[in-house]
């Protein structure tokens, strides 16, 4: 008894003494202006102790000593240290000072980050958790559809091919970064979001810069730019497991480990999810696997290393055909979910139209601090891309059965007869299939380089200078990837070099060639910064070699398969100021001008199989001026943006009925059309309360183009096909809403538990206008009818065992509104009754749970 007796009194010690030894720390991390900075890194220093603040940029830890030092860091803030004690365990407010050159210790740095109140841009920035609590089924562009300027769509509703617009402009046209390292496609500027769907899972903080931005690249972006950058050695140690589920089968798992920044400067953080469902559009089923990889090494107090590996291996189901509003509606479920491109075979779901992937991107950077005034960053990256779409052919001669209402399984918004079609080519014998299946193979590989060396020339101003170079070559072709049956299919396309042959799975047809680009530039800014004055310049200079080799249409090209190289050198100069009038107001103005070569596919070569160089390819030019005013109070923050873009010469591919090979068309490229965009930009956030907060943003475009165009085609002969003429003057751009309005409440209801409303106006909305077609009237397109929607969530921490949990439940247009995202316009009537269109997304939903450990 005795011996039990001492044994509990050593017990009751040590629990004692480790109680005693241990301090619960808690506080609020804000900006200058009193903002809660949420996602933002605590750790105890020298050990690898640490947490992160919630939404509202509190936190609570945990420390295993009496006293010690916190450190506490946010992306695009200078890094604070705040001394603890059993005595002071409160810290109260902490406030952490907005700096640029965090941005280089923290992230990966050969991107940039605008900085609040000194970079004179219009910039939107989107937190961690934000995407964490809003973007739930939706695709990842949809997360910026209430900042100003964006408008963004499912367009078909196939998992990944959403799309986002800026300020009127096209993907094509908004420069996207990850981690600096740039991924619009080098050929067209395109970005497929499906190579793409883990970022949400492992971005730090995502910002749009409308306008002209402040990236260091070679080649500015004419409508904006988004950087989004991923966790690096700020990730704290630990991990999660995420698990998600929603509408129509969605199913989402997966998990994210870090090590955190160990003691010997080493840092992993790994990250994985598994995603399927069957698409809220019939038959857009699609399984994809998401994956990224960070580790980091910092070597001593000057170098720092760090390699990245993000990728998505994705297939999905696609709806490539629009309808008309009248054929929608008569649809069994009123147009929204209908998908013609669709059907069963041997009882399976087979589509018409399918997209498989696989992009990753693979970088490494080195962070190199040579003095304490002088620092240098440098990013090689590489990416290499598999995959392709899968489309319809079928024999000269026939009429296609897959998009005909004769070959589905009822009437005509039911799924195709797929058995019926490999039936009969089976019936065909030695005539070969009239329909199969063709697949549009994308391949590419993606070399770069990008180096910036920033030296402090003085306390006020700061000089960098960089290099960025890319290569790239790309190689494109159709080949047969299903006879569906039959025993062969007899090439239709009289151009090619294999035309009437029968050809087996795998045989090329239609098209087979390679694009080659060389992109190599360098780029200088000044920075000037004292006081209340922030002040740049900059200017950048870049040639465009392009190349193209074709293999299949020999024909187009009676003087080889190789084109000779063609040189566009590109040039650009930009600058602006900010002036922060007290601790509230601040103003900016930037303008810029820069000529830019057009993407390859523009303009380039004659038409897509040729290698004959267009000698009228021009380059695009684009002027650009903007004035902006910020307030900033610890209750409510504002901006007031005005901007005036001019986009010259823009690059116009034009098509035509082949008046020899019926069915088929021919290209011809040219140059001359202008566009003017401008408009006005108010967003705000007011904290009602501390436990209400009020959120909006209107923006009002003026989009215009502002010039006729016309160009002659040819056929492979160098017989004239006739005039292409656009009169464009004065008509409205299309294909995005000029008017987008947002508001969103965000309501604390208790500690751990939030509720969030938001509301998406799209007003004056024009279908897109195919300039490729032309037009010989002066008619603006159709005009879409503007809508409203609803979306809704709620989150709940809570505690699992030891571990922190949070379930979240998301609903996009809560009301279940009809509406039309993008539509199609009809040259001839430019009315509803003609146009083609896609509904949007009517109610979706998801469900969330995610543990920390």
């Known amino acids: ?65 009496n006293s010690g030092t916190l450190i506490v860091s946010f992306i695009g803030y200078t890094t604070k240290e705040v001394s603890f004690s059993s005595s002071k365990a409160n810290l109260g407010k902490i406030k952490l000072a907005e700096d640029a050159g965090a941005l280089d210790e923290i992230v990966i740095s050969a991107t940039s980050f605008a900085i609040d109140r000194k970079t004179p841009v219009a910039v939107s920035t989107i937190k961690a958790t934000d995407i964490e609590l ?14 100003p300027g964006v408008y963004a769509t499912k367009t078909g509703g196939g998992y990944g091919d959403g799309r986002i617009n800026l300020r009127g402009f096209s993907s094509e046209n908004v420069a996207v970064m990850i981690n600096g390292v740039p991924v619009n496609d080098m050929e067209n500027g395109s970005v497929y979001w499906s190579n793409w769907a883990g970022l949400s899972d492992v971005t730090s903080a995502m910002q749009v810069q409308r306008g002209l931005g402040a990236s260091k690249v070679a080649v500015p972006s004419v409508g904006g730019t988004i950087n989004i950058i991923s966790k690096s050695t700020d990730a704290e140690q630990g991990g999660n497991v995420k698990m998600s589920t929603g509408n129509d089968g969605y199913f989402k798992y997966g998990m994210t480990l870090s090590t955190g920044l160990m003691e010997n400067g080493l840092a992993v953080t790994a990250s994985a999810a598994k995603i399927t469902g069957d698409g809220y559009v019939d038959g857009l089923q699609f399984s994809g696997v998401n994956y990224f990889l960070n580790i980091s090494k910092i070597l001593n107090d000057d170098h720092k290393l760090s390699f990245n590996i993000i990728g998505a291996q994705q297939t999905h189901g696609q709806r490539f055909t629009t309808n008309s509003i009248e054929t929608n509606r008569a649809t069994e479920q009123g147009g929204k979910k209908f998908n013609p491109d669709w059907g069963y075979r041997n009882g399976q779901i087979e589509n018409s139209s399918f997209n ?59 799924p195709i007869d797929f058995d019926r079609i490999v039936q009969e080519n089976k019936d065909r014998g030695a005539l070969g299939s009239s329909d199969v299946f063709l697949s549009s ?115 187009s090209n009676p003087n080889g398969r190789v084109s000779e190289d063609i040189n566009f050198l590109g040039f650009g100069t930009k600058g602006g100021a900010n002036y922060n009038l007290d601790d509230t107001n ?146 409205k751009v299309s294909d995005a809403a000029q008017t987008t309005v947002a508001f969103g409440l965000n309501y604390k209801a208790l500690e751990n538990t939030s509720f969030y409303l938001d509301y998406n106006y799209a007003g004056d909305l024009y279908a897109k206008f195919d300039v490729s077609q032309g037009t010989t009237d002066r ?53 509803a009754a003609d146009a083609s269109v896609y509904y949007g997304a009517g109610r979706t939903f998801s469900l969330g749970l995610k543990v920390n450990f």
């Open 779 to 831: 008619l603006d397109t159709w005009k879409i009818p503007s809508y409203h929607l609803f979306d809704l969530g709620i989150t709940h921490g809570f505690k699992i065992a030891d571990f922190d949990a949070t379930i979240s439940g998301k609903m996009n247009n809560a009301l279940d509104v009809e509406y039309i995202s993008d539509a199609f316009d009809n040259k001839d009537t430019h009315s």
């Open 1 to 65: 008894m005795k011996n039990f007796k001492n044994l509990l009194f050593v017990a009751l010690f040590f629990v004692t003494a480790t109680v005693l030894g241990q301090t619960k720390i808690s506080g609020l991390v804000v900006d200058d202006t009193n903002q809660p900075l949420p996602g933002a890194s605590v750790v105890v220093k020298g050990t690898t102790n640490g947490t992160s603040t919630d939404f509202d940029g509190k936190f609570m830890l945990t420390a295993k000593t």
């Open 586 to 731: 601040n103003v900016f103005a930037n303008v810029g001008y820069f000529s830019k070569a057009p993407f390859l596919t523009d303009n380039v070569f004659i038409d897509k199989q040729s290698v004959e160089i267009n000698e009228e390819a021009l380059n695009e030019k684009i002027f650009s001026l903007e004035v902006g005013y910020g307030f900033r109070s610890e209750k409510f923050n504002a901006n007031v943006n005005l901007y005036r873009t001019s986009w010259l010469d823009k690059s116009v591919t034009a098509t035509r009925q082949d008046p020899i090979n019926i069915g088929q068309q021919v290209e011809g490229n040219f140059s001359g059309l202008d566009a003017l965009h401008q408009g006005i930009e108010v967003d705000f956030v007011y904290k009602l309360s501390d436990k209400l907060r009020m959120n909006g943003m209107i923006s009002l475009g003026d989009w215009q183009w502002t010039s006729d165009v016309q160009g002659e085609l040819f056929d492979q002969s160098g017989a004239s096909l006739g005039t292409v003429i656009v009169n464009a003057d004065g008509l």
């Open 356 to 414: 498989f992937y696989h992009k990753p991107q693979i970088s490494l950077n080195h962070d190199w601090t040579i003095s304490d005034k002088t620092f240098l960053t440098t990013v090689v990256y590489a990416s290499f891309g598999t995959g392709g779409g899968r489309r319809t052919g079928r024999a000269s001669g026939t009429s296609g059965k897959t998009g005909t209402d004769d070959y589905r399984l009822g009437d005509t918004d039911q």
């Open 441 to 555: 193979i994308n391949d590419h590989e993606w070399y770069g380089v990008l180096s910036t060396l920033k030296t402090n020339v003085t306390e006020e101003l700061a000089l960098s200078v960089g290099l960025d170079g890319r290569y790239y070559i790309g190689t494109h072709y159709y080949e047969v990837d299903d006879l569906l049956g039959g025993q062969y299919f007899l090439n239709p396309y009289s151009d090619d070099n294999n035309a009437n042959e029968a050809l087996q799975v795998g045989d090329r047809l239609n098209r087979d060639y390679e694009g080659r680009v060389l992109r190599y530039g360098a780029f200088a800014q000044l920075e000037y910064s004292k006081d209340d004055l922030a002040v740049f310049f900059s200017t950048t200079i870049s040639n465009d070699r392009y190349g193209r080799s074709s293999f299949l249409d020999d024909s």
């Open 134 to 147: 809003k973007l739930g089924t939706q695709e990842f562009p949809e997360i910026l559809k209430s900042t």
